[in-house]
């Protein structure tokens, strides 16, 4: 598979490397995209990460801080309602 020629695999190995940690717990060593610090499968291509202002975050509002209180208010008022029928 050689061949007659020389490979060319210099400039390859001297590109920097994406780091990233991998599910392994080892730096992933796949290139980084030109101009990026990650690679493709990690960040460095077009379109990855999350939408500008995080909109992944908001899916559902049960952990607002109004859900809280409301929640914490109804158990106070059920802990008033059992105190007063005891």
Known sequence: MTGGHARNTG?????????????????CQAPAVTGKRRCRMHGGAKGSGAPLGNRNAFKHGLYTAE????????????KRGREVLE
């Not at 400039?11 to 730096?27: D, I, L, N, V, W």
């Not at 859900?67 to 059920?78: G, K, P, Q």
């Open 11 to 27: 400039p390859m190995r001297a590109s920097p490397r994406c780091g990233a940690k991998t599910r392994k717990g080892t730096p």
């Open 67 to 78: 859900a809280r209180a409301f929640d914490a208010y109804v158990r106070r008022t059920l």
